[in-house]
């Protein structure tokens, strides 16, 4: 039996070993304090500092974990998590379904598209459409482009519906779809219901004539000056 302890020293000792375990209850394998030869200033010197530097990291850690909007081009530059850019379309709301006659068993129109809230500084819009569910959302397997625009001019606020190539704004230039030519070329999914992406970058320059580029060309050229983007998603089944 563990003999009885007297007077102040006594309670102290007593205290410490509580404190001791509780903190290795709560915290096991942060703090590791030692023995129990440690002066009783010591080891009030040690677990504020610890407790500091524990909830220094807790602080950190919640500020780092804020949700921030994913750019997968890394590159957003506007600052902030709030996006403020934002695309939309009269033909289909956001996840909802695309009219046939924007697609392949229709009139394989272009959808009309708008846009408001380009940061400041922008200087030209690039627009990416593409299928990220080909050739079968059960076993996606690629992601089949179809519609690559670039150098947009920012003081358009749109484009209308079955915009033709003569009919983009001043500035224009056009990259080369899946079907390995310019222009838009709407949903035509094999299998399943498709996910169509339409997505939006203002960027902080003007970009030079790429030639026709893909899209991973177009991604390339943009990558580093993007202020902000948005994004649309329209879905398609075969009927």
């Known amino acids: 039996m563990m003999p009885r302890m007297q007077g102040k020293g006594s309670e102290n000792y ?9 903190q290795l209850w ?10 129990y030869t440690y002066r ?4 009030r010197e040690i677990m504020l ?13 919640a500020l780092f974990s804020i949700p921030v909007w994913s750019d997968p081009l890394g590159n957003n530059k506007s600052g902030g998590n709030k996006m403020s850019l934002m695309i939309s379309s009269t033909a289909f709301s956001q996840n909802g379904n695309i009219p046939s006659q924007y697609t392949c ?8 598209l708008s846009w408001s809230g380009l940061p400041a500084g922008s200087r030209s819009l690039a627009l990416i459409v593409d299928d990220p569910d080909a050739p079968d959302p059960a076993a996606p397997r690629m992601t089949w482009v179809h519609w690559l625009l670039y150098n947009i001019p920012p003081e358009n606020q749109g484009l209308e519906e079955a915009v033709a190539s003569s009919s983009l704004p001043t500035g224009t230039l056009q990259g080369i779809n899946d079907w390995k030519r310019t222009g838009y070329g709407g949903p035509c999914p094999p299998i399943g ?6 997505k939006l970058y ?10 026709n580029p893909t899209k991973a060309q177009l991604e390339q050229a943009i990558r580093g000056h993007i202020l902000d983007q948005a ?3 329209g879905t398609y089944q075969k009927r």
């Open 14 to 22: 007593i205290s410490y070993v509580l404190l001791e375990k509780i």
């Open 26 to 35: 709560i915290f096991p394998g942060i703090f590791n304090l030692g023995d």
């Open 40 to 43: 009783r200033s010591k080891y």
């Open 49 to 61: 500092q610890r407790i500091v530097n524990f909830l220094l990291i807790v602080v950190t850690s």
């Open 105 to 112: 068993e229709g009139e394989d129109l272009s959808p009309p």
């Open 193 to 198: 219901r498709h996910r169509y992406f339409f």
């Open 202 to 211: 203002a960027l902080d320059s003007l970009l030079p004539n790429l030639n």
């Open 231 to 233: 994004e649309l998603i």
